[in-house]
């Protein structure tokens, strides 16, 4: 092995540590803070005994699962989470269902202006929540949608629909059009090539953009904290409704619980992404497969 490729081996494996402490850091730093473990002494060399000439760390280490119980049991983490879930499933159900044809539409159709229509696609995903919240947040309490699962679920298809349209419309339109002309040629007709040819090429994309769109969601909350109440407040609501207690006017934070609300919302997420990584994988490589 010649120098430079010694060098260049040991940048790479330089660059890779640093991506793994960049992704991974953050999750340890929250989980020790999550259960009250203060590594300080460790750090500072306090903490460290030598008995019979063999360092031994004797403070800093001590668990606690007092976060954890509150959580669960005062601050009812897991109806949270089950709210989160329920909000996600009804949305990315709408959101897909309306997206998938619609993409194929802008993919397929020879229309004049399809590529003005996507920009105004992409326009909408600029749109601030800020902009829109008040006004949905009047229409919903007129009728009746303010505190529910429908209403909240379609709510966040301003956040996530127009990224699933455009991410399927990439699908769709990667697809070699040798693919479309040999399907209209077997006497296929549009319905059919959609449904029986196309739409299962594309199932891996659909599931990464569902993903993708999921992830979008479960974070969002400047729409859940005005348009949800007591029956159906989401994970990001909760995190900050539950951890700290107002002071004479201001709201103090409690980060030790912070970060154990942090560290119970990530794992549904983690999990759900676990669960179909095989289709996420495929999905963001189908592009150059194709």
């Known amino acids: 092995m010649t120098v430079s490729k010694q060098i260049r081996t040991a940048l790479f494996l330089f660059s890779l540590l640093l991506t793994f402490l960049f ?3 953050p999750i340890v730093i929250m989980t020790l803070e999550a259960f009250d473990v203060d590594l300080s002494p460790l ?5 460290i005994t030598f008995i019979g000439g063999v360092p031994f760390y004797s403070g800093g280490f001590h668990p606690n699962i007092a976060n954890l119980l509150d959580a669960l049991n005062i601050y009812s983490f897991p109806s949270l989470v089950g709210n989160s879930l329920l ?15 619609a993409a194929y539409f802008m993919a397929r ?3 004049k202006g399809r590529e ?3 920009y105004l696609v992409l326009a909408l995903r600029t749109v601030s929540p800020f902009a829109i919240v008040i006004p949905l947040y009047i229409v919903f309490v007129q009728n009746g949608l303010w505190d529910t699962y429908p209403g909240v679920a379609l709510a966040y298809l301003a956040v996530d629909l127009p990224v699933v349209v455009l991410m399927l419309r990439s699908f769709f339109s990667d697809i070699p059009a040798e693919v479309y002309e040999a399907a209209e040629v077997s006497g296929a007709s549009e319905g059919q090539i959609f449904r029986r ?9 659909v599931a990464a953009t569902a993903i993708f769109a999921f992830v979008l969601i479960w974070n969002e909350f400047v729409l859940a904290n005005i348009l949800t109440g007591g029956a159906t407040k989401t994970v990001s609501v909760g995190i900050w409704t539950g951890a700290g207690e107002n002071v ?4 103090t934070t409690d980060w030790d619980q912070t970060n154990m609300y942090g560290l119970l919302a990530f794992i549904p997420a983690y999990m759900v992404v676990l669960g179909i990584r095989r289709y996420l994988s495929r999905g963001f490589t189908l592009a150059a497969a194709r």
């Open 197 to 205: 040819v196309v739409l299962p090429m594309v199932v891996a994309g």
């Open 116 to 118: 003005a229509l996507s």
């Open 248 to 251: 004479g006017g201001f709201r």
């Open 87 to 101: 909000i996600a499933g009804l949305n990315i159900t709408a959101a897909v269902a309306a997206g998938v044809p």
């Open 43 to 47: 750090f500072s060399g306090q903490g």
């Open 109 to 111: 159709s020879g229309l």
């Open 23 to 25: 992704i991974v850091w």
